[in-house]
């Protein structure tokens, strides 16, 4: 049996730094909001609903806020609810997002209200969060502001014609406004994860063939842990990242590098 080396180690510290992150009470956006508690920083969840059990982790340490993101007056008042308070915002991280089971069809089966909605809230909310805390950003001459993609923005399948498209634009919006702010101290970035462990992929683990099945098509051989993204978005956030903006990082497993027309993996017996 091969000896097991050692794998390295890194820690964050966030002490005093102001962190928004919407979506923040389940799946990534709760271990993206916990990664930074642990690392000391001041952080408001921003979503339609606390976390569902008072006792999860995601409310210890952690300011909760009512926002829904399709609103303009929801996403201008967390803003200045943090503004009053801490006077700052450091980071933004934009991960609220749905996909209702009843978007998963070709774009003449969906309805315009379904397809509307996904539009306010997973695009227009991005881009209602970020313009409400550049002011403040500007201001101060830094901040960082990081959009949660999905693999589904650089390819795609069939079903999920609202979805894919809109993750791709939230990339589109990284690059953009890594351009338009990076004389301004603000980094952007997105982060397009591949299947990962969350309530909503659990919920249609079924549909995409089991759990076994959907890991097996990652050459990593399994999908990702939300702290695995946590981990991506602290390290994007940080100094060590100083000379990144206006990109993308894909947390897929190697779910993108993977040509459809390669062999697939053994499954594991």
């Known amino acids: 049996m091969p ?6 180690n890194v820690s964050f510290d966030n002490r005093d730094r102001v962190v928004i992150v919407t979506g923040g ?3 990534i956006g709760e271990a993206i909001s916990q990664a930074f508690v642990r690392s000391r920083a001041h952080v408001y969840i921003a979503d339609v609903k606390p976390p569902s059990d008072e006792h999860s982790p995601a409310t210890h340490g952690v300011t909760y806020l009512n926002c829904d993101t399709a609103s303009e007056a929801n996403c201008k008042a967390v ?6 308070e801490q006077g700052a915002v450091d980071v933004l991280v934009n991960n609220a997002a749905i996909q209702p089971p009843e978007s998963y069809h070709p774009i003449d089966r969906i309805s315009s ?3 509307q909605r996904m539009i306010d809230v997973n695009l227009c909310g991005y881009m209602r969060m970020a313009a409400a805390v550049l002011p403040f950003m500007k201001q101060q001459q830094s901040g960082v502001i990081i959009n949660l993609a999905s693999g589904q923005a650089h390819r795609t399948a069939r079903a999920v014609g609202v979805y894919g498209p809109i993750k791709s634009a939230n990339v589109m919006q990284a690059r953009q406004w890594g351009i338009e702010y990076a004389r301004e101290g603000i980094r952007v970035m997105s982060v397009s994860p591949g299947a990962i462990n969350t309530p909503m992929i659990q919920a249609s683990l079924a549909e995409q063939g089991g759990g076994e099945a959907l890991g097996n098509r990652h050459p990593i051989g399994r999908i990702g842990e939300p702290h695995e993204v946590a981990n ?3 390290w994007l956030s940080s100094n060590a990242a100083s000379f990144i903006t206006a990109t993308d990082l894909e947390v897929d497993g190697g779910l993108g590098a993977l040509g459809s027309f390669a062999d697939p993996y053994p499954m594991p017996e």
């Open 79 to 84: 803003v200045k609810r943090v503004i009053d």
């Open 3 to 8: 000896t097991k080396r050692p794998s390295g």
């Open 232 to 234: 991506a978005v602290l």
């Open 25 to 27: 009470s389940m799946g």
């Open 113 to 115: 209200a379904v397809w």
